[in-house]
C-alpha cells in the first residue's frame, strides 16, 4: 500500500443503472442519482466444533448472500415504471430466471454489478420538494443457468 493511500470518495456520475437486458446494455434502461447505499454482503458460517478440539472450529458457506438497499433521485429523462422494474420471464419454479441486471457505480472506476430481484421499490413525492425521491431494496439471485451473477470491478 502507498504511504498516503487515497481514499474512496463516491462518484459525482448517476449512480444506479436497471436495465432491461445484460448488464451495461442500452434501451429501457432506468438510471438513478444516488444518495445513499448500503450493500450488505454475507456468507453463513457454521461451527463445526467437537469432543477434543482445543479452541472452536468454523467453516464458511460457499455461497455469497447480497442485499442492498439503495436510495435516491429519480432522473427526469427516464421512466419510472412499475412494470419495468418487474421481469417475469421464468416460470415460479425457476426464480433465477427473473431479475433486474444492475450495475452500480460506487467510486471512480469501481462498480458491482449483478442480476437482483426488486423486492421493494418507493417512489416520494412531496408538490412543494425539489426532487422525487425513490429507494429499491434489492437481493441477489444467480442466472438462469444456476451460476454466480455478481461481479465487482476494481
Not at 438513478?32 to 472452536?56: C, F, M, N, Q, Y
Not at 458491482?112 to 422525487?132: E, M, P, S
Request: glycine share 10%; no cysteine; net charge neutral.
Amino acid at each position: 500500500m502507498a504511504a498516503t493511500p487515497t481514499l474512496m470518495r463516491p462518484t459525482s456520475v448517476t449512480g444506479l443503472i436497471l436495465t432491461t437486458g445484460s448488464v451495461g446494455t442500452a434501451g429501457g434502461d432506468f438510471f438513478i442519482k444516488v444518495v445513499t447505499a448500503e450493500l450488505d454482503h454475507r456468507t453463513k458460517i457454521a461451527d463445526v466444533s467437537g469432543d477434543g478440539d482445543s479452541s472452536p472450529n468454523s467453516v464458511v458457506s460457499y455461497w455469497g448472500y447480497v442485499d442492498w438497499m439503495i436510495r435516491g433521485y429519480g432522473i427526469a429523462a427516464n421512466a419510472i415504471a412499475y412494470d419495468s422494474m418487474v421481469v417475469n420471464t421464468g416460470s415460479p419454479k425457476n426464480p433465477t430466471a427473473s431479475g433486474t441486471n444492475v450495475v452500480f457505480n460506487v467510486s471512480s472506476g469501481m462498480s458491482y454489478a449483478g442480476r437482483f430481484l426488486i423486492h421493494n421499490f418507493k417512489l416520494a413525492y412531496d408538490r412543494t420538494g425539489a426532487f422525487v425521491s425513490v429507494s429499491f431494496a434489492l437481493r441477489k439471485i444467480a442466472l438462469a443457468d444456476g451460476k454466480e451473477s455478481y461481479v465487482e470491478t476494481p
